[in-house]
């Protein structure tokens, strides 16, 4: 019997753009701790653990305080809306088309992840979420659930696929180029998610 075709995705800047209401969430914070970052200096950081980023820009800062107060200042009516990248309700359906389910897969703080999801008016085109992996250790979750594709925007991303022997698809809606992707090992790369949407139904991948 053929096992069900499971695609994982990655969350931010490839199903959803939060990009505005993370960068005001750590100027925010930051800026209650004492530093001063713009925009251009958190851009190269984001896509992995905000504590990984916090050390980045601004390595004497406490990541306890940061992040309580991230994600105060992330969860704010105010505050910047998430929302979905171009392609993302595509994406999802096509694999759903396929006879197939939906996993997301991100380093965010899961109670996040499900939110940026109903926000960004994903929800219901999602089967299983998991918050809180970064990185390789994405790996778990799409062995796991089985899956035989991952989609990303971030060479963590690919690794991951690899580490779960799934198909590594990446994007290059994030910070990272094709090259880049490549280098990393990605097997394809699209310049969003409707061109994944149009490859999907044509593509067969060993389940
Ligand atoms: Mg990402």
Known sequence: MIAPLTVG????LTLVDSHERIISAYIRALRDLGVEVS?????????????HTAAAVAPAVDADALVLRYRHYYDEPDA???????????????????????VVVSAKFTPAVHNAL?????????DVVYG????????????AEGASIYVGDHPGDIAAAHAANAYAVGVT????????LIAAGAAVTFANLDAFAVWLPGHSVPR
């Open 9 to 12: 995705f990655d969350l931010d």
């Open 39 to 51: 925009s251009d200096d958190l851009v190269p950081h984001l896509g992995i653990p905000l504590t």
């Open 80 to 102: 910047p809306r998430t929302l979905p990248m171009p392609g993302a309700v595509e994406a999802l359906r096509c694999v759903r088309a396929a006879g197939g389910r939906t």
């Open 118 to 126: 109903a926000e960004a008016g994903l929800t219901e085109l999602v």
């Open 132 to 143: 809180e992996l970064f990185a390789e250790d994405k790996a778990t979750a799409l062995i």
């Open 173 to 180: 809606t994030g910070a990272n180029d094709e090259a880049t």
